[in-house]
């Protein structure tokens, strides 16, 4: 079956700093692959998306690239900011699962000033 | 334009109680997708409607339903709820069926069961 695995938070870092979250997934098809965020109390907000290898998704200063090689989609950000502050989740949906996304366990970011 | 909404936004049950929540999707979108945010269990997928049929469903027992209806909007039932059934349910829907159409999300119903 499909899988998602990604980082386990939470994740503290200062203003500015540089943010990695590491995404690997596991697709008996043709993956989509998705970032979601959701912030405190509300639901979830789509973030960014790629749907095929070397895609590169790109949203409000965040980025990430569809490696099917290392099946991977890391979310990247230059420089976060305490409204970053979010739970991030990656996701996928696939051709032979009937469109139901698959997501990751969800990563907590937490930007201190 | 009005984003996916929910009712109700909260709900507190108890033990053997049955259960309806509403969404109603997006305007022009015709797939709708149930999903179970518990605590400790991440998001699961729940059912998902296309076109007023059922087109998948998660691994949940069959207490959990759902339908479609003609304006696409849809219910989730859950009969005999279980302390574990307290969650966020969440809802969204999508312009169409392909699976690179973005899934766009309500705010949630939040049940508690005690």
């Known amino acids: 079956g499909n899988s998602v695995t990604q980082m386990e938070g939470p994740v503290t870092l200062s203003e500015e700093a540089f943010l990695t979250i590491n995404c690997t997934y596991t697709?008996?098809?043709?993956?989509?692959l998705f970032w979601y965020v959701q912030y405190p109390g509300e639901g979830l907000q789509l973030l960014l998306k790629?749907?095929?290898?070397?895609d590169k998704g790109s949203n409000k200063g965040f980025e990430a690239t569809y490696r099917k090689e290392t099946t991977s989609f890391h979310l990247e950000k230059g420089s976060v900011q305490v409204s970053d502050s979010a739970v991030y989740f990656c996701?996928?949906?696939?051709?032979?699962?009937?469109?139901?996304?698959?997501f990751g366990g969800g990563t907590r970011l937490m930007v201190k000033p | 334009e009005a984003g996916v909404t929910q009712s109700p936004t909260h709900l507190i049950k108890t033990r053997g109680q049955q259960v309806t929540l509403r969404c109603s999707p997006i305007?022009?979108?015709?797939?709708v997708y149930w999903y179970q945010q518990a605590l400790g269990l991440g998001l699961q997928f729940l059912l998902w409607?296309?076109?007023?049929?059922?087109?998948n469903r998660g691994n949940f027992p069959p207490r959990f339903s759902g339908r479609q209806f003609p304006n696409y909007s849809s219910e989730l039932n859950v009969n005999a709820l279980e302390l574990e059934d307290s969650a966020l349910y969440l809802c969204?829907?999508?312009?169409?069926?392909?699976?690179?159409?973005?899934?766009?999300f309500g705010p949630g119903t939040r049940l508690l069961v005690l």
């Open positions: 305007s022009g979108h015709t797939s």
């Open positions: 697709a008996t098809g043709y993956p989509s």
């Open positions: 790629a749907t095929k290898a070397d």
């Open positions: 969204a829907s999508s312009l169409g069926a392909g699976t690179e159409e973005t899934q766009y």
């Open positions: 409607y296309d076109e007023g049929e059922e087109r």
């Open positions: 996701a996928l949906t696939d051709n032979n699962a009937g469109n139901m996304l698959t």
